[in-house]
Every structure is written in C-alpha cells, then in structure tokens.
Nanobody
Framework: QVQLVESGGGLVQAGGSLRLSCAAS????????MGWFRQTPGKEREFKAR????????YYADSVKGRLTISRDNAKNTVYLQMTNLEPEDTGVYYC???????????????????WGQGTQVTVSS
C-alpha cells in the first residue's frame, strides 16, 4: 500500500505559478499511474492531469492544457504538478492519486484511483 503526501499549495495572485509535489512511500512508485485532481466545495473531484508509470505519456483536462505540466521522478518517488498562469477558477484542494494500472480503467475518473493523498489547498486571488 502506498501513502501519498502533497505539498506546495498556497495563496498566489492570478497569473502566478505554483509547483505542487506529491511524495509517495510504502510501495513501488513506478508501479502506479499518477494523477492530479482538484476539488471545490460541494463538487466532485475533477481530473486535471495524469502520467504513465515511467513518464512517457501525459494527459490533461482540456481546461488546463498549456497551463499545467505533470511530471514524475521515480528515483525520488515524487510526482509534480507545475501550474502557470493561474486563474481564480483554479482555486481548490488539489489531490494526487495513484492507480494500479488496468486497461479497463478510465483514468479521468476518481474511482479509477486506488490511493489518495490528503490534499493541498491552492487559492488564486484576482
């Protein structure tokens, strides 16, 4: 079982940047597809980005293409989310998640992920 701990959130002005990190422990990190989701009050967790096990392929929600970059360092057991040109609409709690690969899974769906971090708050002021 893997444990995930996010960090790097905070308060930033619109147009600014943040880099979120998610450190994994307790499992073989490279075994997992990793994803980032955002949640706002009263809403479901929303897919933002995911990355394949060795970082060869990345996928993004249409709303964030060009502004978010997901990457991973398997030697450091860490996945990152670089966010640029942030907008107030990006505000929310950002969660990283790990998924045991399965060709039947829809990786934009939160239920396809097996492990979750506790989240880190990102607040973008206008």
């Amino acid at each position: 079982q893997v444990q995930l701990v996010e960090s790097g959130g905070g308060l930033v002005q619109a147009g600014g940047s943040l880099r979120l990190s998610c450190a994994a422990s307790g499992g073989t990190f490279s075994s997992y597809i990793m994803g980032w989701f955002r949640q706002t009050p009263g809403k479901e967790r929303e897919f933002k980005a995911r990355i394949t096990r060795f970082g060869r392929d990345t996928y993004y929600a249409d709303s964030v293409k060009g502004r978010l970059t997901i990457s991973r360092d398997n030697a450091k057991n860490t996945v990152y989310l670089q966010m640029t040109n942030l907008e107030p609409e990006d505000t929310g709690v950002y969660y990283c998640a790990a998924s045991i690969p399965d060709w039947l899974k829809a990786y934009a769906c939160p239920t396809s992920y097996d492990y979750w971090g506790q989240g880190t708050q990102v607040t973008v002021s206008s």
